[in-house]
């Protein structure tokens, strides 16, 4: 009982010691944690963040930094879309959910730029609480298959959510991994760390995040590591083997199989989902881009759906006045809807919402179709500022980072949720403050 109360003491100290140092970075830090918790607390870490901010503010604390003017001008046409959107109450609707585009870049406006030693220790809190939440949703996994026997509560949305979204988490846990992976001297808790977040990515199945994770850990193997110019060619065959495995692995196994057949061939038959006595058939990518009209039972896996997506959109570039300034924010669903029921495809039943009914999937059509080539260029400078500042540093976590959302943006409208902004430009706002930086992260 001592050893836990003097425990708690010394967590106690340390906090208020961090407030006192910087009473922002705990509130960055916990809007960051909050993120895989529900939206309230989501907002209510944003709130506290404004509140402390506004309290603690001094006029010497105040610097302009050009990178934080970008993601508010970007809100600022979002909400100027108002006055043009052809679905108001979307707009309205989706202004309060995109807010953290706004008022993070204004409170690292008016708190002091965090030090080199701060930025890490948000990251670093952010990566243990990720861990955190891993044990938690296998610990809650194997409770559920104790019961069930069913082992796809292991994989993908059963693992955690799909309101969390196993893509959105599978970023959360690859970044993690990452800040441990860097860390020159590792203990055998960051080692068990790496291996738990290391089997979340693969758990949570993510086609594009297991590809580009991979990427970046060969990556890292051949120009960061210690070892990396004495066994340079060693790590590079240990990177191909391990991307040649992938598609052997399980539940991955299946999704990898299943897009590779939509690439190789036309309407193949899935044999995995099943609509009653009615024979599902997988549309392939050159069924999505070319096809006149589809049939019901027509699936589309990830990839063909994303091209089907792509053609649609350069098709409302043709048919529609968007491209100076898009339909409105979060107004292009009723312009896919009509093109849903054009192209006769599933509209939906009782059990599973219809294709009409997704967006883009793609943060760069998104952008484009809602609000135009500003905002789509806003998008693109704020991606690039991010890696260009990544490369500059010769820093191996920022560079990840930069990687794995501008992969992202091609296959998710991350920016779209309430999670995702708030994960995005939090990470952005610490990861491009311009100070003296290390070669790795680590503490």
């Known amino acids: ?29 916990l809007a960051l944690l909050c993120i895989p918790l529900g939206y309230a607390f989501n907002s209510l870490s944003l709130a506290l963040l404004i509140i402390i901010t506004l309290i603690n503010f001094k006029k010497a604390d105040f610097s302009f930094k050009n990178y934080l003017i970008f993601p508010i001008v970007l ?6 879309s108002l006055t043009w959107s052809i679905d108001t ?27 080199d030693d701060e930025k890490q220790k948000i990251i670093k809190g952010f990566s243990y609480g990720m861990v955190a939440f891993a044990v938690y949703y296998l610990i809650n996994a194997s409770i559920r298959f104790l019961s069930s026997q069913d082992t796809s509560v292991f994989f993908y949305h059963e693992l955690v959510t799909k ?41 949570l199945s993510s086609k594009n995040i297991v590809v580009v994770f991979i990427g970046l850990l060969g990556y890292y193997y051949l120009f960061f590591s210690k070892t990396a110019k ?20 399980g539940k991955v196994k299946e999704r990898f199989k299943q897009e590779y057949e939509t690439i190789m061939t036309d309407s193949s038959v899935n044999d995995v989902i099943n609509k009653g006595s009615e024979t599902v058939y997988n549309v392939s990518i050159k069924q999505a881009w070319n096809n006149d009209t589809f049939k019901p039972n027509d699936f589309f896996p990830g990839t063909a759906f994303r091209v089907y997506q792509f053609r649609i959109f350069t098709e409302f570039l043709q048919e529609e006045a968007i491209f100076w300034k898009g339909f409105g924010l979060d107004a292009s669903y009723s312009k896919i ?16 919402e219809g294709y009409q009914k997704m967006n ?21 400078i704020m991606l690039a500022l991010s890696i260009r500042n990544a490369i500059q540093s010769k820093n191996y976590f920022p560079i990840a980072f930069s990687v794995l959302m501008i992969s992202l943006f091609i296959t998710e ?19 491009n403050t311009k100070i003296k930086s290390e070669k790795t992260i680590a503490i």
């Not at 870049?105 to 008016?110: A, D, E, G, V």
């Not at 004495?230 to 692995?249: D, E, M, Q, T």
């Not at 943060?363 to 789509?376: R, S, W």
């Open 1 to 29: 009982m001592e050893n836990i109360f003097n425990f708690s003491k010394n967590v106690f100290q340390n906090l208020k010691q961090e407030y006192n140092n910087h009473p922002s970075l705990l509130f960055v830090l």
């Open 75 to 80: 809100y600022l046409l979002m909400l100027l």
């Open 89 to 115: 109450n979307r707009t309205i609707a989706a202004i309060s959910k995109e807010l953290p585009l706004l008022l993070f870049p204004i409170c690292f406006l008016l708190f002091r730029t965090f030090s």
């Open 163 to 203: 309101d969390v979204n196993a893509i959105h988490v599978s970023v959360y846990m690859s970044v993690s991994f990452f800040y441990f992976l860097v860390k020159p001297i590792k203990t055998n808790w960051d080692k068990l760390a790496l291996a738990i977040l290391f089997l979340m990515v693969f758990l």
């Open 230 to 249: 004495k066994l340079r060619l060693r790590n590079l065959i240990l990177a191909i083997v391990i991307l040649l495995s992938l598609p052997f692995i």
């Open 337 to 352: 809807e009509e093109k849903g029921v054009q192209y006769h495809l599933f509209l939906g039943n009782q059990y599973q």
């Open 360 to 380: 883009f999937h793609n943060q760069y059509l998104q952008v484009f179709a809602e609000l135009g080539i500003f905002g789509f260029l806003l998008l693109l």
């Open 413 to 431: 409208s991350f920016l779209w949720r309430q999670r995702g902004v708030t994960f995005f430009i939090v990470m952005y706002c610490v990861l």
